[in-house]
Nanobody, 124 residues
Framework: QVQLVESGGGLVQAGGSLRLSCAAS????????MGWFRQAPGKEREFVAA????????YYADSVKGRFTISRDNAKNVQYLQMNSLKPEDTAVYYC?????????????????WGQGTQVTVSS
């Protein structure tokens, strides 16, 4: 069992930055690939970014590539999402997720554990 708790969301103006954190507890954090997803009102939950267990490979949605950076610190059991140049369309609830399975990092159904989400609101 893995427990995930996100923090760092808030209200920011367009062009600003936020850093989300996801603290993990339970089973060995370093064995899991980690991801970030987001869900805007009335829309499906979508992939944002993912990182392999070692941190050696990262993946991004086209919509955030070049603006967001995912990272992890296995010694602290934490993953991060640095979000720069934020746009109003980035407004959503952001979820941290952990994946042990071999499935694609892009598909939310392949993630076994989820946090409760943190709200990010970008004003124009």
């Amino acid at each position: 069992q893995v427990q995930l708790v996100e923090s760092g969301g808030g209200l920011v103006q367009a062009g600003g930055s936020l850093r989300l954190s996801c603290a993990a507890s339970g089973r060995t954090f370093s064995t899991y690939a980690m991801g970030w997803f987001r869900q805007a009102p009335g829309k499906e939950r979508e992939f944002v970014a993912a990182i392999t267990w070692s941190g050696g490979t990262t993946y991004y949605a086209d919509s955030v590539k070049g603006r967001f950076t995912i990272s992890r610190d296995n010694a602290k059991n934490v993953q991060y999402l640095q979000m720069n140049s934020l746009k109003p369309e980035d407004t959503a609830v952001y979820y941290c997720a952990a994946k042990l399975s071999r499935g694609s990092v892009y598909h939310r159904l392949n993630y076994e554990y989820w946090g409760q989400g943190t709200q990010v609101t970008v004003s124009s």
